[in-house]
């Protein structure tokens, strides 16, 4: 999963049927890459399981059974796609953009609008004033898990948790850095991210206009 996450994703990683099924019942995802052969209930159950109670993220199907049944039986189970190992790393890439897109289209619009401030999710961009925000991939996400908590507190700890997927506390100020990156490229007249000395940080943008 490294690669994706040099493509700007965040990327949780559950090592069995249980523990996935505690990260999807904990977090909402934009995409599951559920291995049919997953440890413990193989993919198929968990796939079922989840559609069984309303879980609508896209799933995307890896595995190595490639008969026309197996695919067919996944489908039918509620999955989205499905990708037979050995696979290419560009195609994986284009699969998880292509049902990120189709699950933003399925749901609500894709841009968040804050004032003058533009988030396109789909398109992982921002603009302000009707001027492109030249982001890096990790001050994107930093944006966007603020643009999803307007007027809440966020701690450190929590965008060390999502934005870094680290549960060990940083041993530096890198969150502290990056929050002024972000800051300085939003601009700050006004400036949309508060601090709240020794507690984090609270996104309170302009009014939709």
């Not at 990683?13 to 990260?23: M, Q, R």
């Not at 509620?78 to 897109?101: C, N, Q, T």
């Not at 396109?120 to 994107?140: C, F, M, S």
Request: hydrophobic share 40%; aromatic share 10%.
């Amino acid at each position: 999963m490294q690669g994706l996450r040099e493509e700007g994703f965040a990327v949780d990683h559950a090592a069995n049927s249980a523990d996935a099924a505690v990260a999807v019942d904990v977090h909402e995802y934009d995409l599951i890459l559920l291995d049919v052969m997953i440890p413990g209930k193989d993919g198929f159950e968990l796939c079922a399981q989840w559609r069984k109670g309303g879980l609508r993220t896209p799933i995307l199907f890896l595995t190595a059974r490639s008969e026309v049944r197996d695919r067919v039986a996944g489908l039918d189970l509620g999955g989205d796609d499905y990708l037979i190992k050995p696979y290419s790393f560009e195609e994986l890439l284009a699969r998880v953009r292509m049902l990120i897109r189709r699950g933003a289209s399925a749901s609500a619009t894709s841009v968040l609008t804050f004032g003058d401030l533009a988030i396109d999710t789909r398109t992982r961009t921002a603009r302000r004033g009707g001027v492109d925000l030249d982001l890096t991939a990790k001050e994107y996400q930093l944006l966007e898990f603020f643009a999803h908590r307007v007027g809440s507190l966020v701690t450190r700890t929590d965008l060390w948790e999502h934005v870094w997927e680290s549960y060990n506390e940083p041993d530096s100020n890198v969150v502290d850095v990056y929050v002024g990156y972000l800051r300085n490229k939003l601009g700050r007249n006004p400036d949309l991210i508060k601090t709240r000395r020794g507690a984090g940080y609270v996104f309170e943008p302009e009014p939709k206009a």
